[in-house]
C-alpha cells in the first residue's frame, strides 16, 4: 500500500497550489470556492501554450502576458493543457497523481487504452469546476 502525502502536511503551501489552481487569489483558508468571479478559465482553455500564473501571487496571472492574445485563442482544453498541472501535481510526476504522466498528452496506442487507442480526452472521465467539483479528485 503506498500512502500519497501531498495533501496532509502540516499546512498547505496555498501559493505552490494557486500557481496551478484555477482560483484567482487563493492566499488564506478564506477563498470561497462556489464564487464563480474566482475561476480563472485561461488556466484550462489557452490554447497558446503561453498562459501562467505569478508564482507567489495567490493565483493571479503573470502581469507580463498579453491576456488579451491569449483570451482571443482559447478552446476545448486539450490532455497538454491538463497536463500541464495534473501531470507534475505535487512537485514532479508521480507525485499526487501516480496514474498520470507527462506521455499522456499524446501517448501511443499499446500505451494507454483510453488515451492512446481511444483518443479519450480528460475531459471524458473528469468533470470540470462548473459542474460542481473542484476539478480535484
Known sequence: MMVNNSCFAIGPNLQDCASCHIGYGWVDANYDFSNAANIDLL??????????????????????????????????????ACGSCHFASGGAPYTKHGDLEPVLADPPADFDMHMGTLKMRCQECTRPPSTGSRGCR
Open 43 to 80: 488556466v484550462c482553455h489557452d490554447t497558446t501554450g503561453t498562459y501562467r500564473k505569478d508564482p507567489g501571487k495567490g493565483g493571479l496571472p503573470d502581469p507580463s502576458l498579453d491576456l488579451t492574445a491569449i483570451a482571443q485563442k482559447t478552446g476545448r482544453p486539450s490532455r497538454q
